[in-house]
């Protein structure tokens, strides 16, 4: 999918920031600490936003009880909706990945504040993963390149499900173009699937060859059954810098003090397995530069429209 094809998802932008309170901005009332007494939590779509909304229930319920207030979670349809909120100051915080936290660093004063230590391999890294059927002749990135393979992506803003496989792929020998993402020659074809559980489900039906996924969030997916386990192989790997939780330009040092602690103070383990992490450790911009440096060099830079 083009950048120019993504255009369609206006409208419904502009509905989401109506569902998260466009009439006003949150910092129109505080409490003592600064926070908005009302705390608009944006979250990006991993998996489909109700699948994602039900998941973070009670992520939000400890946070409400965490911050002494109201806690409303907004689920876009897509990650450019995410950072569309952000920008416009219709969110006060949100769970970024690291593609889309540098996407909106270039349009406003975005602050990371911390990241989670990833319970796989127990670093603020996780694996972005090129995947095929298990039954594919396919050993290795290069192979799928060397074939013209079709390929998925998940959400063009998705750092796991997009740049990084980008970056595979171009180590593999792949040209894949700055200015048209949807071209990555010699490859057949380039789709976006919107989410890294639907590119596990085509690669896994075969109308792809191979697919960048989250390699911990395909784990999930085979442990719900949702992707058979043993289905796919991965045959690339690469390490990534944690999702970050950002705060919002305006929202002040007191207040994401408060919302710093809250994370990092997090020890039930339930919480923590649903958020994928042993435990939260904070971050700052100069941590994200690698995912910067990537995102310009292949035209992710600027989210897709």
């Known amino acids: ?50 699948k994602q909304r039900a998941q973070y229930e009670p992520f939000r319920q400890y946070l409400q009880k965490q911050l002494g207030g109201k806690v409303e979670l907004f689920v876009a349809t897509d990650y450019t909706g995410v950072v569309t909120a952000l920008v416009a100051h219709k969110v006060d915080i949100a769970y970024l990945g690291g593609l889309t936290y540098v996407q909106a660093a270039e349009q406003d004063d975005i602050t990371p504040l911390v990241t989670e230590v990833d319970s796989e391999t127990g670093t603020r890294e996780y694996l972005s993963a090129v995947v095929v059927k298990s039954t594919s002749s396919f050993t290795s990135t290069k192979d799928v390149v060397a074939a013209r393979g079709r390929f998925a992506f998940g959400d063009p803003s998705s750092t796991s499900g997009s740049l990084y496989p980008r970056v595979m792929l171009t180590r593999a020998g792949a040209r894949c173009d700055a200015r048209d993402i949807s071209r990555c020659p010699p490859l057949e074809k380039v789709t976006f699937t919107g989410g890294h559980d639907a590119t596990a489900q085509a690669v896994h039906n075969g109308s792809v060859d191979a697919g960048g996924v989250e390699l911990r969030i395909l784990h999930r997916l085979e442990r719900q059954g949702a992707v058979p386990k043993g289905a796919l192989r991965v045959v690339d790997t690469h390490k990534v810098m944690g999702y970050p939780w950002v705060a919002r330009e305006g929202l002040g040092g007191p207040a994401r003090d408060a919302v710093v602690r809250a994370f990092t103070s997090i020890t039930d383990p339930a919480l923590l397995d649903l958020l994928r992490a042993k435990r939260y450790v904070p971050v700052s911009a100069a941590d994200y530069a690698e995912v910067r440096t990537f995102a310009a060099n292949l035209g992710l830079l600027t989210p897709s429209r």
């Open 1 to 50: 999918m083009a950048r120019n094809s993504l255009s369609a998802i206006g409208i419904a932008v502009i509905i989401l920031l109506a569902a998260v309170g466009c009439g006003s901005d949150s910092t129109s009332s505080q409490n003592s600490t600064g926070l908005p007494r009302t705390l608009k939590v944006g979250v990006i779509p991993n998996v489909s936003p109700e």
